[in-house]
T-cell receptor, first 116, second 117 residues
Framework: AQTVTQSQPEMSVQEAETVTLSCTYDTSESDYYLFWYKQPPSRQMILVIRQEAYKQQNATENRFSVNFQKAAKSFSLKISDSQLGDAAMYFCAYRSAISVNYKLSFGAGTTVTVRA | NAGVMQNPRHLVRRRGQEARLRCSPMKGHSHVYWYRQLPEEGLKFMVYLQKENIIDESGMPKERFSAEFPKEGPSILRIQQVVRGDSAAYFC???????????????FGPGTRLTVT
């Protein structure tokens, strides 16, 4: 079974600054997908960014970018120019690209606080 | 295109009662997943269904929990004889089949918060 680890329970960032959230995972598979989800106080799960393991290039979505290190099994999320609306719980998730079961395995989450 | 719908949003049950949680996937989606989120934890996979089939229920507790996704109508997660430990947020997600859209993306509903008193 795949294990996803987020070692930072909480992170705080000043508005307009940058924060990086770490995520590591354990898998024996060579092809998979990685995701970052945001869960604001409303509890709605919102997809922030995804990365295909076969792609070397790091994914970017506006102010959100990832640093994907396949050999190290590391997948960090960088939030640039942090805004108050970025305050939320962030979850890293893994999904096999080989198995027909597309279930997501989630980390425990990192709570991001943005200081005005 | 409406998103994934879940109802009710909040459900209160007394110990021993039954809880029924409903999930209507996005239009055109034939895959449904249920996840449970205990307080201060991440989401844990429970069950994966396609129309009229349970594909993987490895995350479901062996007793009291069942799920279905009939040919017509929403997917149902049923919890019989609820206990306090069942109190959690239950999320449903859907995705399209292999031949359409982005099969690797799951779209989440707003969740049902179950409270057992």
């Amino acid at each position: 079974a795949q294990t996803v680890t987020q070692s930072q329970p909480e992170m705080s960032v000043q508005e307009a600054e940058t924060v990086t959230l770490s995520c590591t995972y354990d898998t024996s598979e060579s092809d998979y997908y990685l995701f970052w989800y945001k869960q604001p106080p409303s509890r709605q799960m919102i997809l922030v960014i995804r990365q295909e393991a076969y792609k070397q290039q790091n994914a970017t979505e506006n102010r959100f970018s990832v640093n994907f290190q396949k050999a190290a099994k590391s997948f960090s999320l960088k939030i640039s120019d942090s805004q108050l609306g970025d305050a939320a719980m962030y979850f890293c998730a893994y999904r096999s690209a080989i198995s027909v079961n597309y279930k997501l395995s989630f980390g425990a989450g990192t709570t991001v606080t943005v200081r005005a | 295109n409406a998103g994934v719908m879940q109802n009710p949003r909040h459900l209160v049950r007394r110990r021993g009662q039954e809880a029924r949680l409903r999930c209507s996937p996005m239009k055109g989606h034939s895959h449904v997943y249920w996840y449970r989120q205990l307080p201060e934890e991440g989401l844990k996979f429970m069950v994966y269904l396609q129309k009229e089939n349970i594909i993987d229920e490895s995350g479901m507790p062996k007793e009291r929990f069942s799920a279905e996704f009939p040919k017509e109508g929403p997917s149902i997660l049923r919890i019989q004889q609820v206990v306090r430990g069942d109190s959690a947020a239950y999320f449903c997600a859907s995705s399209p089949g292999l031949t359409s859209g982005s099969p690797y993306e799951q779209y989440f509903g707003p969740g049902t918060r179950l409270t057992v008193t």
